[in-house]
């Protein structure tokens, strides 16, 4: 955060020193303020030391000549000239708040501390410079620490078939880390002329391919910028300002993939998501249900906050509520970046304490829905810049930014890429993608996807295919996962996997043909499992029993047989007993999950039909299993 230049203007001419100045030293005087308004500032310089030369005690002439020296941030200059009149003459209140910045410009902290506390305590000090000097000094105190502990950063130019010449900002990145979109200006032109550009990954080498313009109604003769992509790549939600369609000075809008690298024309998002003033920067959660945003405040503050959005059941967006909790402050929060493990949020602050301006922070959401206390990134991945526009790939750990500031750029802005600090890292992601259609027909299915952990048998994530049957679901890479799949009309289908450690990487496709209802069609249970040599239910199967009920209950004419098999270690009559034992104990679940008994029967079938090598552990782990068949319909 910085306290603004130009107060020191509302200051400087309002001091008056107790000396009388000679009528030479106040007329060289006033020609320097002519040569500052006309943008000669150094000859505005050359008429200040005159000044200060024939009237030493002349204070104003010397804040006048630091002002120009920071607003060209020459600090060290600006120093000079406070330090040398703080030597001899009895300096304003306010000089401790400019001089306080200046050094904190230039690292150094501890004086710059006891400056920002002579300053506070003045009495004459407006309350709301105080709590931004504060806020200084809580800056000053975290950059000392954190450049004693600095972070690994080993940040990587994106090369030149990415960067240009010219300017490359706020990129985004798709679920399978493949595609990179980003915003293009080129030098010396207006906010109209921002474009959007993509890269595609090359699989083979890893290396992103030659950058190109979006094709389609996407890049208009006017300014897109700040985009975000969905998991599946078909929406790109982004920032568009001065559009006759707009509620305010910038709106989001959204395009929707067409096919053959074609975007639709912009949809603005309506008044409940837009509003009279700045809204921008959007980020989607991998769901695509929430849209985080930044709006702007009205009249001239920098004060900018995050906001959201969520999708309704009638495919609209609802109200645009402000971010709760510790993230927002009095300060500006800007780009932020949801990751796909849609815990993790990426964001930008000058109101949190930091190494200057705005700083990179990551918070993380709570079970509860609520988010922790906001952590900086650390040195020297933040610097006394403004540092924005992060967002981290799939794999949680690494990211992609833009910056000017690293010395090896290609043009005037460059994408760059990190590894993060493990702590900073989010959960890696896979993705499971695929079509479902009818298996008798071929005909594509819009039905309801359901992810569950399976440790906790918890619901965490609700899709639905879309009319062509295409779905495209991301989950966190770090548990194990039951996927349902329910239609009316159709058996109940489901599955089981795992995200953790070697699988995590796996890009899943899973085309699934569900079976429509008919007697004696059966289905596996995958989702149902039992303490080992015992008919005691896991609890991790009551989301999968719980399906069950529902598609019984969808469907009242229905009546199905729970039947049990096992492999064939121990004795037949041993096996047929677990077996049907194990029957019953699903029996009885549904049963208090409001089935009527008579629609539901038993049979234990121990070892008799296998559908698997009993030779091998993984034939014996397919052949024990519990299945449903439909007995009337």
């Not at 001899?88 to 306010?94: I, Q, S, T």
Request: net charge neutral; charged share 25%; glycine share 6%.
């Amino acid at each position: 955060m910085r306290i603004f230049i130009f107060i020191l203007s509302l200051c400087l001419f309002q001091f008056s020193t107790v000396h009388a100045q000679s009528k030479k030293s106040i007329k060289l005087f006033k020609k320097a303020k002519e040569a500052d308004k006309e943008g000669n500032r150094t000859k505005a310089i050359e008429y200040l030391d005159k000044v200060i030369e024939k009237s030493p005690e002349y204070i104003e002439a010397y804040l006048f000549a630091a002002d120009i020296f920071r607003t060209e941030e020459d600090f060290n200059r600006a120093i000079g000239y406070y330090e040398k009149l703080m030597k001899d003459y009895e300096v304003p209140y306010y000089f401790y708040l400019f001089y306080g910045e200046t050094l904190f410009e230039v690292e150094r902290y501890d004086e710059a501390i006891l400056s920002f506390r002579e300053y506070l305590k003045s009495n004459k000090a407006a309350p709301k410079y105080k709590e931004k000097v504060r806020s200084y000094i809580s800056n000053c105190e975290f950059s000392k620490t954190a450049q004693l502990k600095p972070k690994p950063f080993e940040p990587v130019n994106l090369g030149g078939l990415v960067n240009s010449e010219n300017m490359e900002y706020f990129p985004s990145i798709s679920a399978d880390g493949n595609s990179l979109v980003f915003t293009y200006r080129a030098p010396n032109q207006t906010k109209s002329d921002e474009d959007f550009f993509i890269s595609i990954r090359d699989t083979v080498t890893g290396e992103w391919t030659q950058s190109k313009p979006a094709a389609g109604f996407l890049n208009t003769q006017l300014n897109e910028g700040a985009q975000t992509i969905t998991s599946d790549g078909m929406i790109i939600y982004f920032a568009a300002c001065e559009r006759e369609n707009g509620f305010g000075s910038c709106d989001i809008f959204a395009s929707i993939y067409k096919g053959n690298g074609q975007w639709s024309k912009a949809i603005n998002l309506g008044p409940k998501v837009n509003s009279r003033v700045w809204d921008t920067q959007p980020s989607i959660s991998s769901d695509g249900k929430t849209l985080y945003f930044v709006r702007g405040s009205h009249g001239r503050s920098r004060n900018k906050d995050i906001y959201y959005t969520e999708l309704q059941s009638d495919g609209t967006w609802g109200k645009a509520l402000k971010l709760k909790g510790p993230i927002n402050t009095s300060g500006s929060e800007t780009s932020p970046f949801i990751h796909f493990d849609n815990k993790t949020l990426y964001f930008s602050s000058d109101g949190h304490p930091g190494l200057g301006k705005l700083d990179f922070f990551v918070s993380r959401r709570k079970e509860d829905g609520s988010w922790e206390k906001p952590e900086n990134l650390g040195y020297p991945i933040n610097s006394k810049e403004d540092d924005f526009s992060l967002i981290v790939s799939p794999d949680g750990k690494t990211a992609y930014f833009s910056s000017d500031r690293l010395g090896d750029n290609v043009g005037l802005q460059d994408l760059y890429s990190f590894i993060l600090p493990k702590e900073s890292r989010a959960i890696e992601i896979a993705y499971i993608k695929g079509k479902i259609t009818n298996k008798v027909t071929g005909a594509p299915i819009s039905a309801q996807i359901v992810f569950s952990e399976l440790s906790s048998s918890e619901s965490i994530l609700f899709e639905q295919s879309n009319r062509l049957g295409n779905y495209f679901s991301v989950l966190p890479g770090n548990a194990d996962y039951g996927l349902n799949i329910q239609k009316k009309g159709f058996l109940v289908y489901s599955k089981n996997f795992s995200l953790s450690n070697e699988n995590v990487r796996k890009a899943y496709v899973l085309n699934v043909k569900l079976i429509p209802i008919a007697v004696d069609q059966k289905v596996k249970l995958e989702n149902v499992f039992y303490a080992t040599a015992s008919f005691e239910l896991d609890s991790r199967s009551n989301s999968e029993l719980n399906k069950v009920a529902d598609f019984l209950n969808d469907n009242p004419t229905v009546k199905i047989s729970v039947e049990g098999h096992t492999d064939n270690e121990g004795s037949k009559e041993g096996n047929t007993k677990l077996s049907k034992n194990r029957a019953k104990s699903v029996y009885q679940y549904l049963i208090e999950k409001g089935i009527d008994k008579s629609r539901l029967s038993i049979k234990g079938f121990g070892s008799s039909q296998p559908v698997a090598d009993n030779e091998t552990e993984e034939g014996r782990k397919k052949n024990r299993r519990t299945e449903i068949r439909i007995t009337a319909y």
